[in-house]
């Protein structure tokens, strides 16, 4: 069995592997990355319910032969809960749940549940779709939907719930064959 000095062999595994690289099928290293838009909304005790919807497009450009895949949105939600009456001893605290949901099948992609104290300080939370996609397409356009619930009567008091947006997508091509957009939706 010959022995290499271990540069060599080290040499020699990347090579190796540099070499196999092109059988592994195309490459989805290139990255577009959105950070809009952003919003508030706030929910009173008379009206408990809300919702935004999100509208994401990435496509390959015209005469180009590239794909996308692994579409990802997150929504970075931040919640505060003003009581107009903090200095009543029957304080009902509300609670508040988040939900990202997907309008094709209407699946829940992720949700999360706050019940508020009496500072009802900001609490940040990420909403995201599962990054776990692999499809590759020409083309995607999926919508989804932002869901606000809160506790109504008798929990008093508003509710401002605000988010930032972030999205990506890979691709085999370079950016510039890459038409991407997150868009809010009436």
């Known amino acids: 069995m010959p022995c290499f000095p271990p540069m060599l062999g080290r040499f020699l595994l990347l090579g190796g592997l540099a070499l196999m690289t092109p059988a592994c099928g195309e490459d989805y290293d290139t990255y577009v990355e959105l950070r809009e838009p952003s919003g508030m909304h706030e929910l009173s005790a008379s009206e408990p319910v809300g ?16 794909k996308v895949a692994w579409p990802y949105l997150s929504l970075n939600v931040g919640r505060r809960w003003s009581n107009p009456d903090a200095s009543s001893a029957e304080v009902v605290y509300p609670w508040l749940r988040v939900r990202l949901v997907d309008e094709s099948d209407g699946a829940v992609l992720d949700e999360d549940v706050v019940v508020f104290d009496e500072q009802g300080l900001p609490r940040e939370e990420n909403l995201a779709n599962s990054p776990g996609r692999d499809d590759r397409a020409e083309r995607f356009d999926v919508t989804y939907r932002l869901e606000f619930e809160r506790q109504g009567t008798p929990s008093d ?13 890979s691709s085999s091509g370079d950016r510039d064959e890459v038409e991407f957009t997150v868009t809010e939706q009436p």
């Open 51 to 66: 919702s935004r919807r999100f509208r994401m497009v990435a496509a390959a450009k015209p005469d180009t032969r590239a």
């Open 157 to 169: 008091g508003v509710i401002k719930v605000f988010w930032n947006t972030y999205a990506s997508v």
